[in-house]
């Protein structure tokens, strides 16, 4: 969508989309044979909801880091219709012990730093990717990322878990992805993947707001074009000015969120602010720890990540432009309350 607005360097890569292609067509009729000994993920998967820039990226990366989840990295996302070869390929690849004679010497010091990120982009073989092709394949596509209870019911759930259950076999562990884009369609995941677990960042809206124009100016050059995911009320957002969009893609995102969670078990849902996590991640570990114990398949290894991360709550765009954020969200805030008392 919108790829001919984009700024060059965040075009695709036509060749490289072309031979990824063919690889996985080569590679479908056998990954079909292998899905069918599967049926669901056997440990509770992981999935990371949000606003985009709410800080998911970060989150994302810190949880790959800890060496305790399966997770597409950006190796594996070359192999959208047969993930788990690609992490069989990545393991002999990346695994000290697989690595005969230092034939490959990929290890630890080939890699990026593992938090850096660019709108949600990672660098480095190992480093989370935020697949959406996989997600894709399964998922119909429309003017908003909410699906309908008739789209939903066309969806190849067995296909769906098979495949993660296939995926989380190569190194028996929990899977972690993002799963942004079923943020309006929370309760089908829930009932899709038994037992999966459901992490929601939040950060305060004026930043979250801010990171999406930046991400605009960044993606397109300017401000006007959406970017990321649309919720439901992308049908009139879309004809207002940017900062009254991104005030209503945060709200309604974080709305739509909070209600999916609302009908999901609370004993698989963890909430966590961006500023808490910047500031404490042993804590928020220790949390993640507790709710994945409660669904029989805790790790008792004491936290050994970073202490804190930088957090970025600064104001970096002009003061008129976060006046605008600020007017428009506190708009719409007064207009949905005077509509909820109509």
Known sequence: MHEALRNPEHR?????????????????????????????????????VGCPRSGTTLLYQWLAASGKFTYPSNFV??????????????ELLVDPELDF????????????????????????????????????????EGETHELTADQLAEIDITG???????????LDRPLLMKALILNWNLPWLAEAVPGSIFVHIQRGPISTMQSLLEARR???????????????????????????????????????????????????C???????LCRDPGMVFARLQKLLADQGSGFQEPYQGPSSFPCR???RLSPDE??????AWLDLESGLQQVGRA
Do not use: C, M
């Open 270 to 276: 963890l909430r966590i602010d961006y500023e808490d």
């Open 12 to 48: 695709r890569n036509r060749r490289l989309e072309s031979r990824l292609a063919e690889l996985n067509a080569d590679l479908e009729q056998g990954a079909s044979a292998v899905t069918r000994s599967f049926a669901v993920p056997r440990r509770p998967a992981v999935f990371l």
């Open 322 to 327: 976060i006046s605008a954020l600020r007017k």
């Open 101 to 140: 004679r230092g034939e490959f010497n990929l290890g630890p010091e080939a890699e990026p730093d593992p938090y850096r990120s660019r709108l949600g982009k990672t660098r480095g073989l190992s480093a989370p990717n935020e697949f959406w092709y996989w997600w894709r394949r399964f998922l119909p």
């Open 160 to 170: 769906f878990r098979a495949e993660l259950a296939a995926w989380e076999a190569v």
């Open 77 to 90: 996302s070359r192999f959208p219709r047969a993930p788990w070869v690609g992490a069989r390929i990545q």
């Open 218 to 268: 960044d993606f397109f050059g300017e401000t006007r074009h959406w970017y990321s995911f649309r919720p439901p009320q992308y049908r009139w957002l879309k004809d207002l000015d940017p900062a009254e969009q991104v005030a209503g893609q945060a709200y309604f995102t974080h709305r739509g969120v909070e209600e999916g969670l609302a009908a999901v078990d609370a004993k698989r």
């Open 313 to 315: 709550t600064d104001l």
